[in-house]
């Protein structure tokens, strides 16, 4: 079975230390009651419950997978108890509005909250999770008399809350969507089409599902401008808070898929289906960015949960397992970390893992400040960074966690491939993260397209001061000389390849298409290269010389020549531009000629 435990102290330095989290709020003027101590204790009680709750039903929940009969979905054994337990610890009330009975709590805590449950069990995770941020979208968009019918209920956890985009023609391009909206009568609209893929859109966990629905209205616009967003209820709710008739929509199937076996993945079938507008007609794509921006970041994080495990267990393994002689030993055989090549597989994925992690931590941060500080132009510039790392967490984490998740299972050989140690749940459970929330392909063209092109780099000036900054601090520190030249020619080849784009790719989405993912990988490497030389800054600022210092000392550098290396490749194949892969005729794809 696959090891876990929380990585407590890192997150601890990350919150306090790093980013120092009590202080950020104190300038901000809210969540006053937040402190150290509040923020370690939820930290451990979230590690408790999880890995004593989640962790032991995470293999049994593959196994034996959702099923589904006669439009009903049972969850695995022991789901449903998990579930109980999950709300009676108040757990489904985090991050949510007080006036609904919510705790709000620093995002860069409820972020590392929810890597934890996703490390323990991300089939379990994406329950309340996707309830949580359903919860958000309501309390933002939605009329008073809506959040007063189901905001309570939700922010309790006994009612659950569902995003329904995707159609079977209708994916990545959203403006294809044939859901329609019809009005009956006034503030209600009937809701027919059918939503695949849709992630707890049916299950035994709580006593009514919340769907948040794309639809378009009679004479909508062509495209995403004509897409509106409702609110449609399984049951309808009773005036006292108990749910009442059931509303036509059905569960039609759930998908076998490669992973994430415990989680529900439902088709929907509405069929003249009650649903209230949420937001103005024809805005519905705007509202749900809200629920999809933090879907985005919690993607991201699946990923980094479950890299972690696969860590974690890895490195358990290298330690104990014993192959192979290192040179001048004297043993019969020497455990495998002994082995460089072994060695090489941790220190990337270590140093990759934990370098992300800080990413999610700098976006928590900026959330809070996007969100809550008194000056303007702070919260703009928070949200304009915010806004260029969220596709960055989502696909570069991502990417990184399911090479990760692979390297891990490389560590333990055969015994990685066999179902006993786990490692393969973590590959297959991994991958999704890469494909749903939008793909990490379409990610990358946010990127390079919406956030950088479009606002002619407002929000890339904002990101690279603040990167500076980053480096500036951590070229004051004695002994990061080295590290500080790495990242900064890093740094100085990121602006030079962002300012050509910025001059020759506006008009061309070619070469947008092109080297967007390449762009992606290469700011998201420098950026954690810059929050590596942060750590490293603070862990000697400290004073303090434990092994815990070293070894953010170790992966900083490691990160800094090992990952940064990857750099020159991704300049050279941004440079290239779009003609290489344009330039091949549609013809030479034919399948019976192709070169393969
Ligand atoms: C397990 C699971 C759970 C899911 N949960 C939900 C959910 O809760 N709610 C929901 O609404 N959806 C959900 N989805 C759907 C998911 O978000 C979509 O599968 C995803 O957005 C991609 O859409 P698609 O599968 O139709 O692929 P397509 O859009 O057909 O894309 C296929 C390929 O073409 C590429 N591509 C597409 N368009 C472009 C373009 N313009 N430029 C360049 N490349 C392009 C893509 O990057 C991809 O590589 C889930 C899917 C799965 C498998």
């Known amino acids: 079975m696959a090891s876990y435990q929380a990585p407590l102290q890192f997150m601890r330095f990350l919150l306090h230390d790093v980013f120092k989290t009590e202080d950020a709020l104190k300038s901000m003027d809210v969540m006053e009651d937040f402190n150290v101590e509040l923020m370690d204790a939820i930290l451990d009680e979230a590690a408790n419950f999880s890995q004593q709750v989640l962790f032991p039903i995470n293999q049994s929940g593959d196994a034996q997978g959702c099923t589904f009969k006669d439009g009903v979905v049972t969850t695995p054994d022991g789901f449903k108890e998990a579930y109980q337990q999950f709300i009676n610890g108040g757990w489904s009330a985090l991050g949510c509005s007080e006036e609904f009975g919510g705790q709000p709590v620093p995002k860069s805590l409820h972020l590392m909250v929810e890597e934890i449950f996703y490390a323990c069990n991300t089939s379990f995770g994406l329950y309340p999770n996707l309830t949580n941020t359903a919860i958000l979208l309501i309390d933002k968009h939605a009329t008073t008399e809506l959040k007063n019918s189901y905001l309570e209920k939700m922010v309790q956890g006994v009612w659950s809350g569902t995003m329904c985009l995707t159609e079977s023609h209708a994916g990545s391009d959203l403006g294809l969507i044939k859901t329609k909206a019809i009005v009956k009568e006034e503030g209600k ?26 639809a378009k209205l009679p004479d909508s616009p062509a495209g995403s401008r004509g897409i509106s967003l409702f609110l449609v209820p399984k049951f309808f709710p009773e005036t006292d808070g108990s749910i009442g008739e059931r509303n036509n929509v059905q569960c039609g199937s759930i998908e076998h898929k490669m992973g994430i076996n415990a989680q529900a993945t439902c088709v929907l079938n509405f069929d003249g289906a009650e649903g209230y507008l949420i937001g ?10 809200t629920m999809m921006n933090c879907e985005r970041l919690s993607v991201g994080i699946q990923g980094l949960g479950l890299a972690d495990v696969s860590i974690q267990t890895a490195t358990e393994y290298a330690l104990d397992r014993k192959q192979g002689r290192v040179q001048g030993s004297t043993q019969e055989s020497d455990a495998i970390i002994n082995h460089s090549d072994v060695r090489r597989m941790l220190l990337s994925m270590m140093s990759s893992n934990g370098g992300c992690r800080a990413l999610i931590a700098y976006a928590g941060n900026l959330y809070d400040v996007s969100e809550h500080h008194a000056d303007e132009n702070k919260r703009r510039s928070a949200s304009q960074i915010l806004a260029i790392l969220t596709p960055i967490c989502k696909a570069f984490i991502s990417d990184n966690a399911s090479i990760n998740c692979n390297l891990g299972m490389q560590i333990l050989g055969g015994h990685g491939y066999v179902k006993e140690w786990g490692m393969e749940q973590l590959v297959r459970d991994v991958r999704i993260t890469q494909i749903y929330e939008g793909t990490n392909g379409i990610q990358s063209m946010d990127l390079l397209a919406r956030k950088i092109l479009s606002d002619e780099g407002t929000g890339w000036n904002h990101i690279k001061q603040d990167l500076c900054d980053m480096i500036k601090e951590a070229e004051a520190v004695n002994n990061l000389g080295k590290d500080c030249t790495r990242v900064k020619q890093a740094m100085t080849n990121l602006s030079s390849v962002t300012d050509s784009l910025l001059q020759d790719a506006k008009r061309n989405s070619n070469l947008i298409g092109a080297v967007a993912t390449e762009y992606l990988h290469l700011f998201g490497t420098v950026t954690v290269g810059c929050l590596w030389l942060k750590m490293a800054a603070t862990a000697i600022n400290s004073g303090e010389d434990g092994v815990f210092q070293q070894q953010i000392k170790s992966l900083c550098s490691f990160y800094n020549r090992y990952h940064l290396a ?19 005729d549609l013809s030479e794809f034919e399948l019976t000629t192709m070169v393969n």
């Not at 299950?203 to 794309?214: A, F, K, Q, S, Y």
């Open 566 to 584: 990857t750099i020159a490749t991704s300049v050279e194949r941004i440079m290239v531009g779009d003609k290489v892969i344009t330039k091949m």
């Open 280 to 289: 103005e007609v024809n805005q519905g794509l705007k509202c749900m960015f």
């Open 189 to 214: 609209y009937s809701i027919t089409g059918t939503k695949i893929f849709i992630s707890a859109g049916e299950h035994d966990l709580t006593e009514n599902i919340v769907h948040l629905v794309l």
